[in-house]
């Protein structure tokens, strides 16, 4: 099949969405599948120079964007006329972006089977900039409908986004849950792992936060949180791990005092990744929402006991059955009946 995936970001950005369409992408391109990907030309913080390149099989092509929303909503309307090629599949990537509706139009024009995943981006309008709220009501009222109309089989990635989807979608038959999945590593003793002796950690128990430093996923609560408890554990170490997305100013302002707490940025690489995660004894996740996070697959495959705030997850206690290969061989089947 030749496959076009379309979203927002792609590498370098790290991201959760990003990361379920580098899964994808990779397992397709070892199959056999030749895999492009359409993105704007942003990495949230600047403009990516490269606009057309190959990383690992899969062609990426950057449109320039025209303006920009908010942290992650960016305006790019020339994928309409500079997306050129015929693909057996479109698959597109978070619900209620403008590049959605620019794809389901494409996908009509074009005769092209067109397949979305949510990515559950339901948040409340008090997480939202000012800027983006009345789009925000125009999507709710028009164009969220508009572009699922346009689909031809959307994915969820959690069954309690049903319902906000039932308010969008008539035909409920268009509607599939697929979760996300967790990599054959994290299952796998790391030997030698080095990760506190090369951040300088000796506390003797760590506690983790691995994601975005986003409002949404309440990185300062745990700072504050961490600050009650050195006050009678000293031999807890706190890490925050992951890009900022707002947050890590005030998170560092929070913890500069404390030699036990360390905010380390971005970590990339799948055994980096294992070994931080094996480092840790607890992971925690004090977000205000989320669909269906992969730090808790990842963290539960890690043998990791979690703290998490109460955001509508369920069903971890299978973890291994979300492995990446499952939920490929999913996704795959869903194309194949749309081609077919």
Not at 169 to 180: E, L, Q
Request: with cysteine.
């Amino acid at each position: 099949m030749k496959i076009a995936h379309i979203n927002m970001f792609y590498l370098p950005t790290f991201g959760g969405v990003e990361q379920v369409m580098h899964e994808l992408a990779q397992r397709q391109v070892k199959q056999g599948h030749e895999v492009h990907v359409f993105c704007c030309d942003s990495d949230k913080n600047k403009r990516i120079k490269i606009k057309n390149q190959i990383i690992k099989g899969v062609h990426i092509h950057r449109f320039p964007y025209w303006f920009r929303l908010s942290l992650s909503t960016f305006i790019w309307p020339s994928l309409l006329w500079r997306f050129k090629q015929d693909f057996d599949i479109i698959h597109t990537h978070v619900s209620g972006h403008a590049y959605i509706f620019f794809a389901g139009i494409l996908s009509k024009f074009k005769k092209i089977k067109h397949i979305h995943t949510t990515h559950c981006p339901w948040t409340g309008a008090e997480f939202r900039p000012l800027v983006l709220r009345p789009f925000l009501f125009l999507n709710n009222i028009i164009f969220n409908k508009l572009s699922f109309r346009l689909i031809d089989k959307i994915i969820a990635i959690t069954p309690w986004e049903l319902n906000i989807l039932n308010e969008y979608v008539k035909d409920k038959k268009k509607i599939k849950v697929i979760p996300n999945g967790t990599d054959k590593i994290l299952y796998k003793k790391i030997k030698n792992n080095n990760f506190k002796k090369q951040n300088k950690i000796k506390e003797k128990k760590l506690v983790l936060f691995f994601g975005r430093l986003n409002p949404t996923k309440a990185p300062e609560i745990l700072a504050k949180v961490a600050i009650n408890i050195t006050k009678k554990r000293k031999d807890i170490a706190f890490v925050w791990v992951g890009p900022d997305e707002g947050k890590a100013q005030e998170v560092r302002k929070l913890i500069k005092p404390y030699k036990n707490m360390k905010y380390l940025g971005a970590i990339r690489g799948k055994e980096k990744i294992a070994e931080m995660y094996q480092s840790a004894d607890v992971y925690v996740l004090p977000s205000y929402r989320e669909g269906l996070p992969l730090t808790l697959f990842e963290a539960m495959a890690s043998s990791l006991p979690i703290v998490a705030s109460p955001v509508n997850e369920n069903n971890y206690k299978k973890s291994q059955n979300y492995d990446w290969d499952i939920i490929y061989r999913r996704y795959m089947k869903e194309y194949e009946r749309l081609v077919n």
